[in-house]
């Protein structure tokens, strides 16, 4: 936070370019520069030119914004290159595998503890309480007596979203949920257990026959069967967008809140200096709404996909 304010400040502060190098008034034949001192001033200028950009691009990374919302802008950290598609490592790349591991590591240490009596302790007592959650409240209810097979599959929705999300607020680190391509990879697995839990259960040509309703006119299923597959699609698509967007939209929300000191600091030096402890306090009130985010979102996309499924192996209800 110190470290915003003041990179919000040098902002404020830092004059603008027209006011730093005002045009000159254009000189006479008499007063033109020779041909060498010509080339001199040609070389420091571009000297100057090149400083000043090494000293903009220092702003730029010194920039609130980009402070902010380098938790969910993806960086590409190499490249492997296999025909045109490109192979090679990214930040929320590494961060989705940090996050699997975090992910490993706590299982781990969790099943340790029914090692000696079977009785979980400490964090595995936490973890058995998320589990039976799911599996009682999410995966039952909505999915019926089949519910207890598609557990492992919302439990790892829920606890990759959760710790994504959460490892997301560490400084430095970077929000694996606020990229489209992973939330898109999530509700694609979504989808495709949906489509196998109704598959499965009453057989490819049932499952995608039971969609249209019976007792319809025969008029009306050429409209009802666009309808239905444009509502099958609709589900992963709303998956994707609405847990991308509530990803981002935290950081979007604090960065906007620290780019008011500056804003105001350009209208009066007092406002500015008013406004740091209201934005620095509001973005602080955020960062801890992000921690209920997290929690709401991983339960949000692990309720909606519990529905989903049920509706495909339950149609009638």
Known sequence: MTGLVLSLLLMAASPTPEATHAPSPPASASERPGLGEAAREA??????????????????????????????????????????????????????????????????????????????????????????????????????????????????????????????????????????????????????????????KYGFVRHFAGMIPSGLPWWLVPVMIPVELLGMFARPFALTVRLFANMIAGHMVITTLLLLIPLMAKVSTALGLIMIPVSLALGLFIMFLEILVAFLQAFIFTLLSSIFIGMAAHPAH
């Open 43 to 200: 070389v420091e200028g571009g000297a100057h030119d090149a400083l000043t950009g090494l000293e903009h691009h220092a702003e730029e990374s010194d920039n609130p914004a980009s402070i902010v919302m380098e938790h969910v802008t993806d960086v590409p950290l190499g490249h492997l290159r296999i025909g045109r598609l490109d192979f090679g490592l990214t930040k929320h790349l590494v961060f989705i595998g940090f996050t699997m591991l975090v992910m490993l590591v706590v299982l781990r240490v969790a099943l340790s503890s029914y090692a000696h009596d079977r009785v979980p302790r400490g964090l595995a007592a936490v973890v058995e309480l998320i589990l039976v959650f799911i599996r009682d409240e999410i995966a039952e209810k909505n999915i019926g007596h089949d519910g207890r097979k598609y557990t492992p599959l919302l439990a790892s929705f829920f606890s990759f979203i959760l710790v994504a999300a959460l490892i997301g607020l560490l400084p430095k680190a970077s929000t694996a949920t606020g990229n489209l391509s992973v939330t898109l990879a999530l509700a694609t697995i979504s989808f495709v257990a949906t489509q196998l839990a109704g598959i499965k």
